[in-house]
């Protein structure tokens, strides 16, 4: 193998990082060219055949009848024969390429039979790479289609294909950049994917947060941002652009954030309202919306993606208005069980069976509470309920 440093007049053909594998030289012969004639080198000068990791270069430094140096160079893909040989004792390379142009070269070095080797295995990789990198570039183009319609199922179900594809390409000849970015067209396809679907996510968000609907509102927009997280992870794996996935995630986070910010300021108005209420009626009804509310609040603050201030919040703000509901319940129990108690004593049975049943719906509310939640002494609520049972046992009369 020669490097960079050993190529001589070669080097200035070379490509970024692009590796001299083998050089082969002659002094007079230069290179033939089938019908259209030799090319020689002048007097002093020399012809050279270089063989790279991707291509094949010939050069003949000052060459007869030309104002410039000869080159000409050819990818091994567009090689579709090769034959490296002794004639009459002097190694000769020639090889015809894809536009039937037949070259010759013959060598002063007489490790004649690796150069053959190394040839006949790249020209036959290369091809066959080609052959993956039509199928990788079907494979993106109709990717590009999916992506187009919106048809998510059907484009994530042909990216393992053509991700099998880059891999064979990669295993083929892994030191050869794939032609024309098919590989980055690839990883902007799928991030794009998962932009795509996450703007349209998106979009479903704002319209539940403009309808006054912020649970939806906030579990799209959450979706969205998962999308638009995604997008990004796979941007930066694979060294592509990553602002939209940016944009996307900033957008959707903005949503979220309104959505639960309106969701905690209904929950307070609720819980304000039924504290300040000025009658039973009024505070248990503004204190149960406010626990609806903060139960749903729970629910979508419940997984690890939500900030856990929102979560704390949360529970600090529902547990304040479960206690007030428990105490407004309990407080109107005692009220409509006292009623009941003078209504009995009047002999007005039918009054008191239905203050006493009141009362006991109001204990049965508080007894889930306090059961499901920190508040409320649940065994104490039991013996209230025991007491009202026997007392005004409504199977009875």
Do not use: K
């Not at 986070?253 to 209904?266: E, M, N, P, Q």
């Amino acid at each position: 193998m020669t490097d960079t440093a050993t190529a001589g007049p070669l080097e200035p053909y070379l490509l970024d990082e692009e590796r001299l594998c083998h050089l082969l030289t002659n002094r007079r012969v230069g290179i033939e060219r089938g019908d259209e004639g030799a090319v020689r080198p002048s007097e002093g000068a020399g012809a050279y055949l270089g063989l790279t990791d991707r291509r094949l270069i010939v050069l003949v430094v000052d060459p007869v009848d030309r104002d410039t140096d000869f080159v000409t160079s050819h990818r091994y893909t567009n090689i579709v024969d090769v034959t490296v040989q002794r004639g009459n004792l002097i190694p000769c390379v020639e090889f015809e390429t894809g536009y039937g142009r037949m070259y010759s070269f013959t060598a002063r070095e007489s490790d004649i039979e690796t150069v053959g080797t190394f040839l006949s295995v790249s020209c036959a990789a290369q091809r066959g790479a080609s052959t993956d990198r039509a199928e990788l570039a079907e494979h993106c183009g109709a990717l590009s289609n999916h992506l187009a319609a919106g048809e998510w199922a059907a484009f994530d179900s042909r990216v393992p294909a053509a991700m099998e594809a880059v891999e064979t390409i990669r295993g083929g000849t892994a030191s050869t950049p794939l032609a024309g970015g098919v590989e980055r067209d690839l990883h902007c396809l799928v991030r794009d994917r998962y932009v795509l679907a996450g703007r349209e996510t998106v979009a479903s968000a704002r319209h539940h947060l403009e309808a006054g609907e912020l649970a939806p509102s906030y579990r799209r927009a959450r979706t969205a941002y998962d999308h638009f997280e995604t997008a990004l992870e796979r941007a930066r794996r694979e060294g592509v652009a990553t602002e939209t996935a940016i944009v996307g995630l900033t957008r959707a986070d903005d949503i979220a954030d309104t959505s639960l910010g309106r969701l905690f300021a209904t929950g307070r108005h609720q819980f304000t309202r039924g504290v300040d209420g000025s009658s039973y009626e009024e505070r248990i009804e503004g204190l149960e919306a406010a626990v609806d509310i903060y139960g749903t609040v729970a629910s979508l603050v419940a997984d690890d993606a939500a900030p856990e201030q929102a979560r704390e919040r949360a529970r600090e703000e529902a547990t304040n208005a479960i206690e007030a509901l428990v105490d407004a319940r309990l407080e109107r129990a005692r009220e409509r069980h006292d009623a009941a108690d003078w209504e009995r004593a009047v002999g007005n049975e039918t009054a008191a069976r239905e203050l006493a049943e009141s009362a006991l719906a109001d204990l049965e509310r508080t007894l889930e509470l306090a059961t499901a939640y920190p508040p409320g002494d649940a065994d104490a609520i039991r013996d209230r309920q025991a007491e009202l049972v026997a007392a005004f046992d409504p199977s009875e009369g």
